[in-house]
């Protein structure tokens, strides 16, 4: 009896101990639930801004897609026009001209929103790993890839208007200026290399980065309807 009377209050203390590292435990792992709960919803609302970002990427795609197209309808008159000199209608060619300076517009997607979460550390966050690695491709790889080009087109269309065509066709005057043979044949390959070298080959860039972003923005829309996420505006 005595015993059991020593052993009782070593019981009770390891009782106690048991029962205090069970709720500490219990609290730990409540609180570290709650943790990621709230992680998962913070990285959920920052993809939801990011949305907002490819879907206005997306109109401004639409915009520039057609003012390229726009363009590519210039270069093909000039070329025309260049291949038969003495016909040139000089108004029509100063027009067309301008057109190529002044209206091409390239594309630089925003990345404000994927930047932030990447910095955060908030991508593991979303649990979605085939999302991530969509998103990791269209932005770390294709968008690098279209700004890239759109700087070189912009750079070196500036230079051919520079070096080229602005000594080789007089604007002010709708004529040829005092260029000789070998300055026209230049307008010309220089004409040709930004339609086919920059112009059709954008175009089909921005189409290529047209199927990627419309995958990320289904797939962005799915992720937020699963996770109760309100979207607004539409699809288009």
């Known amino acids: 009896m005595s015993d059991v009377t020593r052993g009782s209050p070593w019981s009770r203390i390891i009782?106690?101990?048991?029962l205090i590292f069970g709720s500490v435990y219990v609290a730990i792992f409540l609180d570290g639930r709650a943790q990621d709960r709230r992680e998962t919803r913070e990285a959920t609302e920052a993809l939801g801004q990011l949305l907002l970002e490819v879907r206005q990427d997306r109109a401004d795609l639409g915009d520039i897609?057609?003012?390229?197209?726009?363009?590519?309808?210039?270069?093909?008159?000039?070329?025309?026009w260049l291949d038969e000199p003495s016909g040139i209608p000089g108004d029509s060619m100063t027009a067309s001209l301008r057109s190529l300076e002044i209206e091409n517009r390239t594309l630089f997607p925003r990345k404000?929103?994927?930047?932030t979460m990447v910095a955060a550390g908030q991508l593991p966050d979303l649990e979605a790993p085939e999302l991530v690695t969509l998103l990791g491709n269209?932005?770390?790889?294709?968008i690098p890839r279209l700004e890239y080009n759109g700087r070189y087109y912009?750079?070196?269309?500036s230079t051919a208007f520079t070096l080229v065509i602005a000594g080789t066709w007089d604007s002010a005057n709708d004529r040829f200026g005092p260029a000789g043979d070998?300055?026209?044949?230049?307008?010309?390959?220089?004409?040709?290399?930004l339609h086919v070298g920059w112009n059709l080959y954008y175009l089909n860039l921005l189409d290529e980065y047209g199927v990627l972003l419309e995958q990320a923005v289904a797939a962005v829309e799915t992720y937020l309807n699963e996770h109760g996420i309100e979207?607004?505006?539409d699809r288009g």
Not at 15 to 18: C, F, M, Q, S, T
């Open 112 to 115: 404000g929103s994927w930047n």
């Open 182 to 193: 070998f300055e026209f044949v230049r307008m010309r390959q220089t004409v040709n290399r």
């Open 154 to 157: 912009d750079t070196d269309l």
């Open 231 to 233: 979207l607004n505006g």
């Open 65 to 80: 897609q057609e003012a390229q197209e726009g363009l590519s309808i210039h270069y093909a008159a000039i070329l025309r």
């Open 15 to 18: 009782a106690e101990a048991l």
């Open 138 to 142: 269209l932005y770390e790889n294709v």
